[in-house]
């Protein structure tokens, strides 16, 4: 044999027989993860060491964790009938210093951050952990649409996964119920399989039934040219200017009405520069494009009961409006089900909602450090998991929205899956900044494409096309969205566009209206903004600066 594919075949066995100690094979062929090792409860802001019986039940006083198989997955149920809960820890031994890199996501968005980075102790990685070691990428995650927030962590010699129960900042009340906290899965690499074909497949395997847009999405959307200045008149104008360079009729893109549209805290009401939301949603279908609307469901009016609020969360950013509505309040519920029904009979095809994971927490996911929200306020019910409401919330948007295409702005990701078409990946590109767009929207769009078409349609955001941002830079952007499969939306300053700027919208337009291959970042490993794609079977290398 030669000495070079020894070695590589020798690499390769030692991971895999790594993998292979924290893992069996099921009897129907199926992947499972062991027992953990350990499991602990907290409560009272303390941890505690739960008692084994045969591997797959643990218990504390009346607190009773199970772990049960079901299909390619591990079970947790938890129940704690007498004891606030704050979340459970399961701990697996496993040697994990010869890995060299590690990958985790984002709570929500993410924030220009993620990367292959050298194992950490201590650190939070959300939802899932892509391990690898120059030949062998291990995976371990939860599946999606579950009810705990989870992370994992690891050090030299063990992994652990945290199942997070609070609700609000206190620890929940289940009291009889039993809670189907996570289904835990692991995969690891096949032979001659890329850690990004390796990813994408591990996330098919988190999200079995991803709800996905019937054909590609793209279009306009007015926030970064205009940042919430706007009215009937100037997307009335950019939908007529934009829908020019479309040449694909059997695909029509959406013009997405953003922030600015609304009465300020009232998400029923045109304010008086759009005055009537059905006759602009049939401007814009006069025009070519399909009408697409932004909301925010969980701001409050001025004039709201206090029962119907959220506890104000101290330290919330300023500028951001405070009063916000409990979701665990039925009334809370019933309105954002009516906004939703009423832009529907308005005649919109997309709604995107935004600001949901901030104003049930009161932090931005890369404030999540330590924990999700700050200490000392709880929902007006405290029987159920924050996963828990924030599920009820996404399945009324998602009910209430019926064929209209859901783009999930500010969601948990792993909530999101399977419910809303489409995502936002990361937070805001930029019409003012190329490096805000370079960090948001390159890294996002790098890290997360994994999730593409497996979780929903990923969207990186937009390509602020302004007279601010270089040109050069933005058509790089434009390419990269246009050429990714993932969707194509574009701010336009009418102003911004001569000749050249109109071709290559012409042209992105028509690449994005049809079905490519995911685009993959080929030097990911090493490049937190990667340069190096192979779009559509080419190697094509961008400068981002």
Request: aromatic share 12%; charged share 20%.
């Amino acid at each position: 044999m030669h000495r070079r594919n020894f070695l590589k075949l020798s690499a390769t066995t030692a991971a895999t027989i790594l993998y292979s100690r924290i893992t069996y094979a099921s009897s129907a062929n199926l992947t499972l993860i062991n027992h953990p090792d350990e499991a602990w409860a907290k409560f009272d802001d303390h941890w505690v060491k739960l008692t084994s019986a045969g591997g797959n039940v643990f218990s504390y006083q009346d607190i009773h964790v199970e772990l049960k198989t079901s299909g390619h997955a591990k079970s947790v149920y938890i129940q704690s009938p007498s004891i606030s809960l704050q979340g459970i820890r399961l701990q697996w031994k496993y040697n994990t210093s010869s890995y060299a890199k590690v990958l985790g996501d984002h709570w929500e968005r993410s924030y220009g951050d993620l990367a292959w980075n050298a194992p950490q102790t201590g650190v939070k990685l959300p939802w899932y952990i892509l391990l690898h070691d120059t030949h062998h990428t291990a995976c371990f995650g939860v599946k999606t649409c579950l009810n705990t927030i989870c992370y994992w962590t690891i050090d030299d010699n063990a992994i652990e996964l945290m199942m997070d129960t609070h609700s609000g900042s206190v620890g929940v009340k289940l009291g009889q119920r039993k809670l189907h906290a996570a289904d835990i899965v692991v995969s690891d690499s096949k032979i001659g399989e890329t850690p990004f074909a390796t990813a994408t497949r591990f996330c098919s395997i988190m999200c079995a039934k991803p709800r996905l847009p019937k054909q590609p999405v793209y279009g306009i959307n007015d926030w970064y040219a205009v940042y919430g200045n706007n009215s009937f008149n100037s997307i009335k104008s950019q939908t007529a200017f934009m829908a020019e360079l479309v040449t694909d009729v059997a695909n029509r893109p959406f013009s997405l009405i953003d922030d600015g549209w609304q009465v300020p805290d009232d998400f029923s009401k045109p304010n008086e520069k759009f005055k009537d939301m059905r006759l602009m949603a049939q401007e814009i279908k006069h025009l070519g494009m399909r009408p697409g609307l932004w909301t925010r469901p969980l701001v409050a009016k001025d004039n709201d009961k206090p029962n119907l609020l959220a506890p104000k969360i101290k330290g919330r950013n300023e500028g951001i409006k405070d009063l916000i509505l409990d979701p665990t309040v039925p009334e809370t519920i019933e309105r954002i089900k009516y906004n939703l029904t009423t832009y529907r009979s308005w005649g919109y095809e997309m709604v995107k909602h935004d600001f949901t994971s901030y104003d049930i927490f009161g932090r931005w996911g890369s404030q999540m450090k330590d924990e999700f929200t700050v200490p000392g306020w709880k929902f007006n019910d405290d029987t159920k998991t924050n996963a828990e409401i924030i599920n009820h919330l996404y399945h009324s948007i998602r009910e209430a929205a019926g064929d209209m295409y859901v783009i999930g702005c500010n969601t948990m990701s792993h909530l999101s899956a399977g419910l809303f078409e489409l995502n936002r990946i990361g937070d805001d590109t930029s019409g003012k900044e190329w490096a805000r767009t370079r960090k948001m929207g390159v890294n996002t769009l790098g890290f997360r494409l994994p999730q593409h078409n497996t979780f929903y349609a990923a969207d990186g955001d937009c390509v602020g096309l302004t007279k601010d941002v270089p040109w050069g830079k933005n058509k790089q952007w434009l390419q990269l969205l246009a050429e990714s499969g993932a969707p194509l939306f574009i701010s336009a300053e009418l102003e911004a566009i001569g000749a050249e700027q109109k071709a290559a919208v012409k042209e992105a337009f028509a690449r994005a209206a049809k079905v490519q291959p995911t685009g993959e970042p080929l030097d990911w490993m090493v490049n937190p903004y990667p340069s190096k794609w192979k779009l559509n079977g080419r190697v094509v290398d961008f400068n981002w600066g």
